[in-house]
């Protein structure tokens, strides 16, 4: 079987075309990225252990696991992250809170930053490597979850500190951004069942999908530096009520952001500056 010949296979399957080649180069032990080079290569014969490989992997993505957790890795940020089941499958959509924290601190020097709910450490790391003047801080509940983010810090050369917890509790001090893309999706609904193969708990967040971010949004005013801004990621209809809620706590400049397929699903506001 040549390489075209099994990428055929695997599109006659159901599988995604950009699936399947990033499948294919993984089995290989090629960069995922390198899509050209399977062109250039399409005839070449594929080794019967690499195909027996290959078809494994597209069962599995057939079944509904995330590529990243299948290649081991997901770019995000102009990041290389690894990622496995112990955290989500980082979404390009997220980037869009990186682009608003970055945006936000953008005056100030050496600014304090938290991001609650880390998981792979993505945000927190993008961040970082953005700013690298920044003291940021990552917390998470999932101990499984900090050792990937752990590990993603360390192999990047990032040094975000790391906070076991559960969102604010135990933590100290004033931060100019509060970032967080928290579990949110309501308890029964149904599209959970395409995400099985992802951490529950950071995904699920009570009958109306809001538990975890009114905790947030009850706490996080009185660890804000004057001025300072909480950014949160929501359900694609859950806007207005997260909204409501950074107003009731007394945030100003209340206002939203649109992910890349024009939904809105940030929303934030800032903490009044009391000088």
């Known amino acids: 079987m040549t390489l075209q010949q099994a990428l055929s296979a695997a599109l006659a399957q159901g599988l995604a075309r950009?699936?399947?080649?990033?499948?294919?180069?993984?089995?290989?032990?090629?960069?995922?990225?390198?899509?050209a080079?399977?062109?250039?290569?399409?005839t070449d014969a594929l080794p019967s252990a690499v195909q027996t490989h290959f078809e494994a992997l597209c069962l599995r993505r057939l079944d509904g696991e995330p590529v990243a957790y299948?290649?081991?890795?997901k770019a995000f940020y102009g990041l290389e992250l690894q990622v496995d089941a112990r955290v989500l499958d980082p979404r390009p959509?997220?980037?869009?809170?990186?682009?608003?924290?970055?945006e936000v601190v953008a005056a100030h020097p050496a600014p304090r930053l938290l991001d609650l709910g880390t998981g792979s450490g993505a945000i927190a790391l993008a961040l970082q490597q953005q700013r690298?003047?920044?003291?940021?801080?990552?917390?998470?509940?999932?101990?499984?979850a900090l050792a990937v983010a752990q590990a993603n810090a360390?192999?990047?050369?990032?040094?975000?500190?790391?906070?076991?917890?559960?969102?604010?509790?135990?933590l100290d001090?004033?931060?100019?951004?509060?970032?967080?893309?928290?579990?949110?999706?309501?308890?029964?609904d149904p599209h959970l069942a395409a995400l099985r193969h992802e951490p529950l708990q950071a995904l699920a967040s009570g009958a109306d999908g809001l538990e975890d971010l009114r905790a947030i949004i009850a706490h996080a005013p009185a660890h804000l530096a004057p001025g300072g801004w909480l950014l949160l990621e929501h359900g694609w209809d859950q806007a207005p009520a997260v909204c409501a809620l950074l107003r009731a706590q007394g945030?100003?400049?209340?206002?939203?952001?649109?992910?890349?397929?024009?939904?809105?699903?940030c929303s934030g506001g800032q903490r009044p500056d009391l000088g």
């Not at 690298?132 to 499984?144: G, I, R």
């Not at 360390?154 to 135990?170: D, E, F, K, S």
């Not at 945030?251 to 699903?265: E, I």
């Open 251 to 265: 945030l100003a400049h209340v206002q939203c952001r649109k992910d890349l397929a024009g939904s809105v699903r």
């Open 93 to 102: 959509d997220t980037e869009t809170l990186v682009d608003w924290a970055l």
């Open 154 to 170: 360390t192999r990047l050369g990032l040094p975000v500190q790391l906070h076991h917890g559960q969102w604010l509790q135990g």
């Open 37 to 42: 080079w399977l062109i250039t290569h399409d």
């Open 70 to 73: 299948l290649v081991g890795t």
């Open 18 to 35: 950009i699936d399947a080649q990033m499948l294919l180069l993984h089995a290989l032990g090629r960069p995922t990225g390198d899509r």
């Open 132 to 144: 690298p003047d920044a003291q940021v801080l990552a917390v998470d509940a999932s101990q499984e």
């Open 173 to 188: 001090g004033l931060f100019d951004a509060i970032v967080s893309n928290p579990p949110y999706i309501p308890s029964a």
